[in-house]
């Protein structure tokens, strides 16, 4: 199986995911602006779950360039990616429908952490299937992004109950770190084209 | 007609149906955990088929891989196949939503079974279409899991309105049956390439 | 601008609007079999116009097949008719809840016939760009089946007042005539492939 | 990156939220013609941002065409354009249910000219990073149409609360300028390739 494919489906998939979200956007009965106001919070939430679906994206790009080879495992790997990845809008629409409580914004976490979790499931198989050279192995290196967020996903979990807005605090700030894009993969894999 | 217009076409669609499920998962309206509750079922049937979709995903593939040019009826027996597949949401909607119910369960095993039938329906198309040299005449071979597949699912229909759990459990049998990779065409294809 | 992107464009449209037309069909809120009663128009309906997008999207790519070079009034050809077909689900939709009722009939031949007539003015742009030589012109030839159908639905829209089930036969018919595959395309396209 | 999974993920995003628009669109309850009349600004309102979508989706085609090498900058400068245009269904849909009053109207001016923006800056992020040779700028050239639309936007929010008749006007204006096609980078392409 080639790459291509794979990424053509999950791109669809994940295109699907982040429009899907608009949905979760009721349109407000009244036609003044006060009648935006409840729907300001559902807003922030998808801001936020956009730019994680963007993140997303954009590394599961970058990871799968760096693949020749689709075998089986690394396929159900990618969909179990897509599978968290899916559960996004429903837990962002519960989250900004509850004004961020403490149990929506908790599950939120959760699933995050599933993905990221997934994410890194992906790469595994990814390097395993390519051997000791494995150009992902090289360009991921140490992957501190990768190991500091599902940390800070898995505090912010049981922090949801306790003081909600530090989970958020956590969820935004863990986006930042990403937003800064993925260069390593980027270098390595411009070194290589230099060889 | 060349297969990567059908391949693209089959994948947008696939990809809609997987994600659209998500749609039939309502955000509950309750802010606590106690609010979820009624989600898991139709959560679990998510999971389900999810894990269909992923696998019928994964054999439309290699068929088509193994596929060199589309005729006309080939065409229509693809749209058959994504007619009976575009149906799982509602399916797995109704079951969820009804808690696995006998005629729930039994319409779930309905449309499996109506999509087993289509995919069958699917590979002769092909078949007939390559030939006495068919590439993936060999690389299905005896095929019995696509022959053991749709005797399970005509059992487990009517079987739902004895003991609906028996029917669920067969479901899951099957999916696990197919989780395995169908390592056999893409043996066959190994072995062209060496030629 | 390259047909490719054309093509990618309208295969995503079209899967989309085959596939959303499922969530017209509300999920039933009874679990038994006879909660499946009222859902039985719907589904019909949503069979007939899934196989009417399936006619759609595969005369479409013989369409494009035979153009070269797309131009802005090809695009926008394109666009209005992708317009006309994304409607479909909404006629779909109220035709099935309302049991086939006349104005629903109606609305719903209504739409086939702009449908029709957009087609007909993409394949007009497309024989202008190509110029006197135009392999479309040669493909489409006299295009009886282009020209019957506008008259078919033409006439379904004032009968569905009187008589609809006429209506529906009608459509039913014109879905019949299309589903013979187009082969004046295919079989000059072959005649080219030899010289 | 390439920039043709930068243009796949954006057509799929757009043909999405084309597409999910008519799901704004909920089937009226009654079975009459007079049931359609509440549906009837909906549906304008459908159309124009229709037409707005298939602008850009045009525009966003030839500008990534001019385009050789994705950047992390070009590729977030895409989504924060995709972001905006996401919330189109959005803001049509409440400004179609509401009869084009004064708060939808200005909302609907106000994406469209978040967008306008979004797309400004996408095209400077595309032109730094091709450098002084930048193809994209001599296609682009003086953008009087670039530079006009978000002026109009501009003016057409606050009118909106004054006379909103006069901001769907300006909406409308805009949507002609542009549906004229952008002949500028075609015409430069076209010069480039001769030389």
Redesign the interface.
């Known amino acids: 199986?080639k790459t291509n494919?794979l990424?053509?489906?999950s791109?669809?998939?994940?295109?699907?995911?982040?429009?899907?979200m608009?949905?979760?956007?009721k349109?407000?009965h009244g036609?003044?602006?006060a009648?935006?106001k409840p729907v300001i919070p559902v807003w922030l939430s998808y801001?936020l779950s956009?730019v994680y679906l963007?993140i997303y994206?954009?590394n599961h790009?970058?990871t799968l360039?760096a693949t020749e080879r689709v075998t089986?495992s690394i396929?159900?790997a990618n969909?179990h990616l897509?599978?968290w990845l899916?559960?996004i809008?429903?837990t962002t629409?519960?989250m900004g429908?509850?004004r961020f409580?403490?149990?929506?914004t908790a599950?939120y976490g959760f699933v995050l952490l599933m993905a990221a979790i997934a994410y890194w499931v992906l790469q595994r198989r990814i390097i395993i299937a390519q051997g000791s050279q494995s150009l992902l192995r090289q360009a991921v290196g140490g992957d501190w992004k990768g190991k500091l967020s599902p940390l800070l996903y898995a505090l912010a979990i049981p922090l949801a109950f306790v003081q909600h807005w530090v989970s958020l605090f956590l969820y935004v700030l863990v986006a930042l770190l990403w937003?800064v894009?993925d260069?390593r993969i980027e270098s390595v894999l411009r070194l290589r084209e230099r060889d």
């Open positions: 199986m494919r990424e053509a489906f791109d669809g998939v994940i295109a699907i995911i982040i429009t899907i608009v949905l979760e956007m349109v407000p036609g003044d602006i009648a935006l801001v956009f963007g994206w954009n790009h970058h360039f089986g396929l159900w969909l897509l599978f899916s559960l809008p429903f629409g519960w429908e509850n409580g403490p149990a929506p599950l937003l894009p260069r």
